[in-house]
C-alpha cells in the first residue's frame, strides 16, 4: 500500500503541490514567527550578557510592584550615599553609581530619533568612567561637564552627529542643548537592541534624568578571587531596609527573562495567525483528499476487489497525507526563515521596529512547527481515508458517479447546530462571564463557531449558492447558469471550499467592526468629554512627553483661556499594579471626566479619584481609603475624594497633580489640554500656541479632528498588520478555491468536451468557471461576514464597561470585503479556467 | 504532392456537397512510430442525404468524422463543411461553426448533466445567446416523444431517452449538417432503432444532412450510402445499402 501511496503522490504532481502548498504556507508562517521570536531572544540575551559583563553585583531597590503592562518589575531609587558605603566592603573592587530615565535625541530636522511609544526605548543614562562600563568609545571622550554627551553609534549616525557637533536632547523641562564628546560601541552593537542612548556625567544624568542625589543602582565589581555570591554576601549586611543586593548573573537573568516574557505576547498574537492560517491549510487537505477519494472510488473498489483490505486502503490515504505533510512541512520550515525577516519587515512597515540581527530557529522551535503541518495535513485527512476505506468491491464493477452529494442529513445539522451553539456559548461566556482563562475559552468558542458554521455549510450551500448565482444566468447566459449549476451541483464540495475563505473573511470583518467600533466610541467619548480647542502631545503614548514648562507658557498667553496638562505614571493600588493619570485643575476643566461623586477640586496631595466601574468592582465609594504603593515614596494611605463616570479616555484611576508631584520624581505631561479665550479665532490660538510649540521639538498642536486621529492611529496601525497578517490565511483560502475547481474540471472532462463541441467558446467556458469561483468566494465571505459580524457585536458589548460605547458597523468596509472575495474568487480561477479552456475537446468527448 | 493539392482545395468541392474533405491525412506520432489513421482521403458527403461510415477496427472511420466535424484537425489535406475550408479557422472562429452550423450526436455522454433536457436541447442555441424557434424545437420534441420528460435531468433518463435528447439538439438549430459518432453503440437495439429511426426521418422529412460513423451493418443499412474505410483509405462505397449486403461487405475485410 506504501508504493500505492507513493505512486498517487508522483502521478498527480500539480495537485501535490498545490495542497502541499497550503500547509507550506501555514508551516512557514509559524516557524517565520518562531524564528523572529527566537532571533529577537538571541540578540538581547547577548546584548544583557554584554552589558552586565563586568558587572559582579548590583544593589537596588527592593520591587515594589510588577509592571501591569508585563514588563517586569518596578522600583524605587536609592540613596547615592549608600555609594560609598558599598565601596567600603571588603572584596569590593569598584562600585559605580548607575543612573536611568528617559532622554531623546532630536535630529537636525527637528524630529525626535527613535519612537519609544511603539518600539526601542531611548534612554538618558550616565557614563561611569571605569571598567563596569561595557561601551566602548570608536570616536571622541566621555561627557564633561553638565553639557557633554556620549551618543551610541546608531543614534549618532541616525542623527548625523560626530563629535563636536551641537545636538538638542529632549528630558524633562526644557529642552538641553549639548554637545556630543563621543560616540560608543557596546558589544559589537551599534545600537543595542535599536534602543537609543544619550550618555551624561552622573551628575548631569541625576539632574536631567534621574533625581538628584539617587541612583536607580550600584554596580558592582568584585575583587580578584572573590566571587560573585561572595561579594554578594559580603554587602547584604550592610543595607538598609528596602534594599537588596544580588549577582550579576542574577541581572542578566532578570532581564532576559523579562524580556522573555514581554515577547510571549508578541509570540503568541503572531502565532494566532499562523494557527488560522495552518486551520485554512487543514480545510483544504481536507476537502482535497474528499474530491480525491472520490475520484478514485473505483480505483480503491479495484483494490479491494483484488484483496486490500479496508485497513489498507484507509493507511494509503493516510500515507499520502503523512508525505505530503512531511514534505510541506520540511518545506516550510525552510521557507520560513527567509518569511522571518518578511515578517519583521511587515511590522516595521507598521511602525513596530523590532530589533533582531542574525537567523535563529532554536530546535523546539523547529520542531513545534514542523509537527503542526504534519499533524494537521494528517488529521484533516483522517474522515477522508475512512471514506475511502468504506468503498466496497463492488463499485469496481458500477459506473460510479462522481461527488454527487446532497445537503447533508438531518443528524448532521443537528451536530452542527450543536456545534455552533456550543462555540458562541463559549464565546459569551468568555467575554462575559468570568472563566479562570477567558482567552482559552474565547479561543476555543472561535474556532468551534467556524467548524459548527462550515459543519452546516453543507446544508446552506445549495440555497445560498442558487441565490448567490441568482443574477448570473441573466447576465452572462448560459455561461452564468452553468457556473450557477455547478456551484449548486455539489453543495459539500462548495461548503469546504467556500469554509476555508469564511475563516479569513471572518476574522477580518470581525477587525473591522471591531477597530470601528473603537474609534467611534473614542470620537463619541471626545466629543462629550472634551470641551477645549487644542491638544498639544509628543506623540509618544505615556514615555517621554511634553515639559510642564510647554504647559506654563501656553497658560501664560492672552489668547488663552486655559491649558492643563495630564501625566501617566504606575503603582500598585491596594495590591494591583495598575496605569494612572495625574490630571491638572486646567485639564479637569476642559475634559469632563464626569464626577459622579465629589469634584476635581476635592483631590488633594493625599486623594485619588477612581471611575464609576472600578469602583463597583471594588466596592469603593467617596471616603473609602486604598493603599497606593509609589515606586519613589513607597506605600500611601490616600482617600478616594472623587468618582467619575469616563473611563474610556481616562483610565480608571486618577490623581490630581499634587497628588502625582508629590509622589513621581519623572514630571512630563502626555497631553495638554487646551482652550482658547472667548473672542480669540481660533487661527489666531492655535499661531500662538504652535509658536509655544516650536521651541519644543516633538510637541504638536492638534485641533479635536486631528487629536482624534493621532490617538487613534494605532487603531489603523494595527488594523493594518492584522490584516497583513491574515492576508496569507485569505491567499491559502484561495489556492483552495483553484484546487477545488482544478479538480472538478478533471472529473467534468467529458462535459467540457461536450460543452465545447456543441460550441461553447474558450471565453465561454473561462467565464463560467470564473463565475463558479465567484460563487463560491463570495459565499464564504457571506458567512465570514455574518461570523464577522457576531464576533464584533459580542467583543465591543463585552467590552462596553471598558469604554467601547459604540458598536458601529462600517458598512463600506464589508461591502468592499466581499467586492474583494469575488475579485479574488476571479483571481483563484485563472488557472484552471485556462486549464479547462485548453482542454483538447476531442479527447474530452471520447473519454472513457 | 503538396502543390497540386492547393490547386485544387482553393474551390469548394461542389455545390451539393454539405461536408467534404480533399486529400485528407491524419498522422499521429512521429518517425517510425508514426501512424497514418487518414491517408489521403477525398470524400463528399452530399446535402440532404444520410451517410453512413463504416470500416474495421482502426480504419479511420472516426478520425475521419472529426476532422470533417471541426472537432480535430488535419495533418495536411483539406476539409470543408459548405464552402468553408476548417483548416483556416481559429479555435474561436471553429467553436462558432460547429455551433452554427454543425450539430453533433455522440455515443455516449451527450448531455451536460447540470442542465435539464430542454436546456441541453437548446443548449447551442444559448450559448450563442438565440432563443431559436419555439415551435419547431417543440415539434422536434414531441417527434422525438420527449415532450413530458423536457424539465427531468439527463440522470433521470434512460441511456434511449438521452439519447434521443441528444438527435433533438442536433436538430434544434437546424444545422448544416450532423455528425453521428456511434450514436447507438451504448443502447440495446430497440431503443438503438427509435434512434436510427429519427435520423432516417430527419433526413427525409426535413431534408437533414447525416453523417455517421458505425460499425453496425443494421445501422448503416438505414443510410442512403456508406463509404468504407481501411487502413485510412476510402476503399469502396455502396448506395442503398441493405444489411445484407453490407455484412458480405465488411465480412470481407477480415479476407
Known amino acids: 500500500m506504501l508504493l500505492t501511496a507513493i505512486r498517487n503522490l508522483l502521478a498527480h504532481k500539480l495537485r501535490l503541490l498545490t495542497t502541499g502548498l497550503a500547509v507550506m504556507i501555514g508551516v512557514a508562517f509559524m516557524a517565520g514567527t518562531l524564528v523572529l521570536t527566537d532571533t529577537i531572544q538571541k540578540t538581547f540575551d547577548d546584548l544583557f550578557t554584554d552589558a552586565f559583563e563586568n558587572t559582579d553585583a548590583l544593589v537596588r531597590a527592593e520591587a515594589s510592584f510588577d509592571d501591569p503592562n508585563g514588563f517586569g518589575e518596578l522600583r524605587g531609587r536609592i540613596d547615592a550615599s549608600l555609594l560609598d558605603e558599598v565601596e567600603d566592603v571588603d572584596g569590593v573592587a569598584l562600585a559605580a553609581g548607575d543612573v536611568w530615565g528617559f532622554a531623546q535625541a532630536v535630529d537636525r530636522d527637528g524630529d525626535p530619533i527613535g519612537n519609544p511609544g511603539a518600539g526601542s526605548p531611548t534612554f538618558g543614562t550616565n557614563w561611569t568612567a571605569s571598567e563596569l562600563n561595557t561601551w566602548t568609545l570608536v570616536e571622541g571622550d566621555p561627557p564633561r561637564g553638565d553639557e557633554q554627551v556620549v551618543f551610541d553609534k546608531g543614534t549618532a549616525d541616525d542623527g548625523g552627529f560626530g563629535v563636536g557637533d551641537q545636538a538638542t536632547v529632549l528630558v524633562q523641562g526644557a529642552p538641553l542643548e549639548v554637545t556630543v564628546s563621543g560616540i560608543a560601541r557596546i558589544g559589537g552593537a551599534d545600537s543595542p537592541g535599536g534602543a537609543s542612548f544619550t550618555m551624561f556625567t552622573t551628575e548631569a544624568a541625576q539632574r536631567y534624568v534621574g533625581e538628584v542625589g539617587k541612583f536607580d543602582s550600584i554596580s558592582i565589581a568584585a575583587e580578584d578571587g572573590v566571587s560573585q555570591d561572595e561579594v554578594v554576601e559580603r554587602i547584604a549586611p550592610t543595607l538598609p531596609d528596602g534594599i537588596e543586593v544580588v549577582t550579576g548573573a542574577t541581572v542578566t537573568e532578570e532581564n532576559q527573562d523579562a524580556l522573555r516574557e514581554g515577547l510571549s505576547f508578541f509570540n503568541t498574537f503572531m502565532l494566532v495567525f499562523a494557527v488560522v492560517a495552518l486551520l485554512v491549510g487543514g480545510f483544504i487537505i481536507f476537502n482535497t483528499f474528499f474530491i480525491t477519494v472520490a475520484q478514485r472510488t473505483r480505483e480503491n473498489a479495484l483494490l479491494r476487489a483484488i484483496g486490500a483490505t479496508r485497513r489498507q486502503v484507509l493507511a494509503a490515504v493516510l500515507i499520502e497525507a503523512l508525505a505530503i505533510g512531511l514534505i510541506a512541512s520540511a518545506l516550510g520550515l525552510v521557507a520560513g526563515i527567509p518569511l522571518a525577516a518578511g515578517l519583521k519587515a511587515l511590522l516595521a512597515g507598521f511602525g513596530f521596529e523590532i530589533p533582531a540581527g542574525g537567523i535563529v530557529l532554536a530546535t523546539g522551535s523547529a520542531v513545534l512547527a514542523f509537527s503542526a503541518g504534519v499533524i494537521v495535513t494528517v488529521l484533516a485527512a483522517v474522515s477522508p481515508s475512512r471514506k475511502a476505506g468504506k468503498v466496497p468491491p463492488v463499485a469496481a464493477m458500477r459506473d460510479v458517479a462522481v461527488g454527487s452529494t446532497g445537503y447533508g442529513s438531518r443528524q448532521r445539522i443537528i451536530v452542527g447546530v450543536l456545534i455552533l451553539v456550543l462555540g458562541a456559548a463559549a464565546l459569551l461566556y468568555g467575554l462575559f462571564g468570568d472563566p479562570g482563562s477567558a482567552l482559552a475559552v474565547v479561543g476555543l468558542g472561535v474556532l468551534l463557531v467556524f467548524f459548527g458554521v462550515s459543519v452546516l455549510g453543507r446544508t446552506v450551500a445549495l440555497p445560498l449558492s442558487r441565490v448567490i448565482g441568482l443574477p448570473l444566468p441573466r447576465v452572462r447566459g448560459i455561461a452564468g447558469q452553468l457556473a450557477r449549476e455547478n456551484a449548486m451541483r455539489n453543495p459539500k464540495r462548495t461548503a469546504a471550499t467556500a469554509s476555508a475563505l469564511m475563516i479569513g473573511v471572518g476574522l477580518v470583518s470581525f477587525i473591522t467592526i471591531f477597530a470601528a467600533s473603537t474609534k467611534a466610541s473614542f470620537s463619541n467619548t471626545v466629543d462629550e468629554a472634551f470641551t477645549g480647542d487644542f491638544i498639544a502631545t509628543s506623540g509618544q503614548m505615556g514615555v517621554g512627553g511634553v515639559s510642564p514648562e510647554f504647559t506654563e507658557r501656553v497658560n501664560d498667553l492672552p489668547e488663552i483661556e486655559a491649558a492643563g496638562g495630564i501625566r501617566a505614571g504606575l503603582a500598585a493600588i491596594d495590591g494591583d499594579s495598575e496605569s494612572l493619570i495625574g490630571a491638572s485643575p486646567e485639564a479637569f476643566e476642559i475634559f469632563d471626566v464626569g464626577p459622579v461623586a465629589g469634584t476635581p477640586d476635592d483631590l488633594d496631595e493625599t486623594s485619588i479619584a477612581v471611575s464609576e466601574q472600578t469602583a463597583d468592582d471594588e466596592g469603593l465609594a467617596v471616603g473609602d481609603r486604598v493603599t497606593v504603593d509609589f515606586t519613589s515614596t513607597g506605600e500611601q494611605d490616600m482617600t478616594v475624594a472623587m468618582v467619575y463616570a469616563e473611563n474610556a479616555a481616562a483610565g480608571n484611576w486618577i490623581l490630581g497633580l499634587d497628588a502625582f508631584e508629590a509622589n513621581y520624581p519623572d514630571q512630563m505631561d502626555v497631553q495638554v489640554f487646551v482652550r482658547k479665550a472667548e473672542g480669540v479665532p481660533s487661527a489666531e490660538a492655535l499661531a500662538a500656541v504652535e509658536e509655544v510649540a516650536d521651541d519644543f521639538p516633538g510637541v504638536s498642536v492638534l485641533d479635536q479632528t486631528e487629536y482624534k486621529e493621532e490617538q487613534m492611529a494605532f487603531v489603523d496601525q494595527m488594523l493594518g498588520l492584522v490584516y497583513a497578517l491574515l492576508a496569507l490565511a485569505i491567499i491559502i483560502a484561495l489556492l483552495g478555491i483553484g484546487n477545488t475547481l482544478a479538480l472538478s474540471i478533471v472529473e467534468r472532462t467529458r462535459e467540457l468536451g461536450v460543452l465545447r463541441a456543441v460550441g461553447m467558446t474558450r471565453s465561454q467556458l473561462r467565464s463560467a468557471i470564473r463565475w463558479e469561483s465567484v460563487i463560491i468566494a463570495v459565499q464564504g465571505a457571506l458567512l465570514g461576514l455574518i461570523i464577522g459580524l457576531f464576533f464584533g457585536w459580542a467583543l465591543v458589548t463585552a467590552l462596553e464597561d471598558e469604554g467601547l460605547n459604540t458598536f458601529a458597523v462600517p458598512f463600506t468596509s464589508l461591502v468592499v470585503v466581499v467586492v474583494l472575495a469575488a475579485l479574488a474568487g476571479v483571481v483563484a480561477a485563472v488557472l484552471p479556467a485556462r486549464r479547462a479552456s485548453r482542454l483538447d475537446v476531442l479527447r474530452a468527448v471520447v473519454t472513457e | ?255
Open chain 2, 1 to 255: 504532392m503538396e502543390p497540386t493539392i492547393d490547386q485544387v482545395t482553393d474551390q469548394p468541392p461542389s455545390v451539393a456537397a454539405a461536408a467534404a474533405t480533399r486529400g485528407a491525412t491524419k498522422i499521429y506520432g512521429e518517425g517510425t512510430t508514426a501512424v497514418h489513421a487518414l491517408d489521403d482521403v477525398t470524400v463528399a458527403f452530399e446535402s440532404a442525404r444520410f451517410t453512413a461510415i463504416m470500416g474495421p477496427s482502426g480504419s479511420g472511420k472516426s478520425t475521419l468524422l472529426h476532422c470533417v466535424a471541426g472537432l480535430d484537425t488535419l495533418t495536411s489535406g483539406t476539409a470543408w463543411i459548405g464552402d468553408t475550408e476548417l483548416g483556416t479557422l481559429d479555435d474561436t472562429a471553429l467553436t462558432l461553426l460547429r455551433r452554427e452550423r454543425v450539430g453533433f450526436v455522440f455515443q455516449a455522454f451527450n448531455l451536460v448533466p447540470t442542465l435539464t433536457a430542454e436546456e441541453n436541447i437548446t443548449l447551442p442555441l444559448a450559448l450563442a445567446g438565440r432563443k431559436g424557434d419555439k415551435d419547431w424545437i417543440g415539434e422536434v420534441a414531441t417527434t422525438l416523444g420527449l415532450a413530458q420528460r423536457l424539465r427531468h435531468r439527463p440522470s433521470e433518463m434512460s441511456g434511449g431517452e438521452q439519447q434521443r435528447v441528444a438527435v433533438a439538439r442536433a436538430l434544434a438549430s437546424r444545422p448544416e449538417i450532423i455528425f453521428a459518432d456511434e450514436p447507438t453503440g451504448n443502447l440495446d437495439s430497440r431503443a438503438g432503432g427509435e434512434v436510427l429511426r429519427f435520423l432516417r426521418q430527419a433526413v427525409d422529412d426535413l431534408g437533414q444532412t447525416i453523417v455517421m460513423v458505425t460499425h453496425d451493418p443494421g445501422a448503416a443499412s438505414q443510410a442512403d450510402r456508406i463509404v468504407f474505410l481501411a487502413d485510412g483509405r476510402v476503399v469502396d462505397e455502396m448506395l442503398q445499402p441493405t444489411a445484407e449486403r453490407v455484412l458480405d461487405r465488411m465480412k470481407r475485410f477480415g479476407d
